[in-house]
């Protein structure tokens, strides 16, 4: 079974479908999914998919003068509906109930927490994956603060932990020793770079490489500025404005784009791709990207040698687009300052940076040189001693 409870990218179906063609012959599998928008990646693959339960975000809480921010990933889930006690029972009662009427030997959980403790509950082998934003180390007391500077909180992860351990007691599962024990899985694959993980002092899961296509090259001799937008930053007005008013060369994949905004752009010049473009096409045409800082454009970017500007959507796209400019190789457009002119200055400005180019052309190729093996066969490694034990 792979299982996705929330969020809305389409990463985290290329996520699951990597591992599902890691782990070939001998599985028949299922999807249970939050949204199905991209479930072509995985059904073209011979995934059956299938309505799951969706953890719905309330932002009711976050929004206004005085609204307090999302401090914790714990706060975050508890957005999500983990505050609510029977929130939690209903959705671990339809895990429970799936997994057992579908006779499922494997749980791999991206974004799926009660899935992974309903298929604890049953003694069903689990594999948690993820970005390391999205999957914290489950053996950590609290889900520890992203910014030192904001520490008010909306929940108490003691009530939370409470609400869980009373739900788990009425279906015979495991106690809890603290909140972020719901990430505990047999195997755990924490797919991304150490800079790109706020838990890297606190792991002890080693790292595997992000799921992101590497092209064969660095990016050398490219002029077009490649635009990744999945989902909704088509909807703001001043950023299609801005990519609209470039002089520069581009090309797109927009695959959540309305007609009238893919027409609009294709009329100003920049050439739409009707599907995913290979990555050596994009290292090879290419001189930088733009996108919302999804973690795997931004991976594909870092192993490209492509400098980014990155408008992020959400808290988690924040993270790892700061956490890469630090690096020296992308620049962030801060809420607030994403008017269609200062987006567009701030593209140009990175299409004619040098030393940016040249930073990400040596982070491309110090990341590359620690490749030891393609990602698929990395992670086939990974899994291997719990598969041999799950056959044994």
């Not at 002029?223 to 002089?247: H, M, Q, R, W």
Request: hydrophobic fraction near 45%; proline fraction near 7%; charged fraction near 20%.
């Amino acid at each position: 079974m792979l299982a996705n409870e929330f969020g809305a990218g389409r990463g985290h179906l290329v996520t699951l479908r990597q591992l599902a063609c890691v782990l070939g012959q001998g599985f028949d599998f299922d999807a249970a999914l939050c949204r199905r928008q991209f479930e072509t990646l995985l059904t073209e693959v011979g995934v059956t998919t299938f309505d799951g339960p969706g953890l719905q975000y309330t932002a009711t809480r976050r929004s206004g003068p005085d609204a307090v921010p999302t401090a914790t990933w714990g706060e975050f889930l508890g957005d999500l509906g983990f505050d609510h006690e029977d929130r939690i029972e209903a959705v671990l009662d339809w895990w429970l109930y799936v997994l057992q009427s579908r006779t499922i030997a494997l749980l791999i959980a991206d974004y799926a927490p009660l899935g992974l403790l309903a298929a604890r509950c049953l003694g069903i082998p689990t594999i948690a994956t993820g970005t390391g934003y999205g999957l914290p180390p489950w053996h950590m007391a609290a889900f520890p603060l992203h910014d030192p500077g904001q520490t008010q909180r909306l929940y108490d992860e003691a009530d939370i932990l409470g609400n869980l351990n009373r739900v788990l007691q009425r279906k015979g599962g495991p106690r809890l020793a603290s909140f972020p024990e719901v990430y505990r899985a047999d195997c755990t694959l924490v797919r991304t770079l150490p800079f790109l993980d706020p838990y890297r002092h606190q792991r002890h899961d080693p790292y595997l490489p992000p799921v992101a296509d590497i092209a064969p090259n660095s990016a050398l001799l490219g002029d077009e500025v490649f635009v990744y937008f999945s989902t909704s930053e088509v909807n703001d007005p001043e950023i299609v404005a801005a990519v609209a008013g470039l002089k520069l060369p581009r090309r797109g994949y927009l695959p959540a784009a309305p007609p009238g905004v893919a027409q609009m752009l294709a009329a100003s010049g920049m050439i739409i791709e009707p599907a995913q473009v290979p990555v050596a096409e994009i290292a090879r045409k290419s001189r930088m990207m733009l996108n919302s800082g999804q973690h795997g454009i931004l991976s594909l970017g870092l192993y490209a040698g492509l400098p980014q500007v990155c408008l992020p959507q959400h808290n988690e796209q924040d993270w790892h687009a700061r956490a890469t400019e630090t690096q020296g190789v992308a620049r962030v457009a801060a809420r607030g300052h994403r008017g269609a002119t200062e987006v567009r200055a701030l593209i140009e400005t990175v299409y004619h940076d040098q030393t940016m180019f040249d930073r990400a052309t040596d982070l491309a190729r110090d990341l590359r040189a620690a490749l030891s093996d393609t990602p698929d066969a990395i992670a086939a490694r990974a899994i291997a001693p719990l598969i041999a034990q799950m056959r044994a």
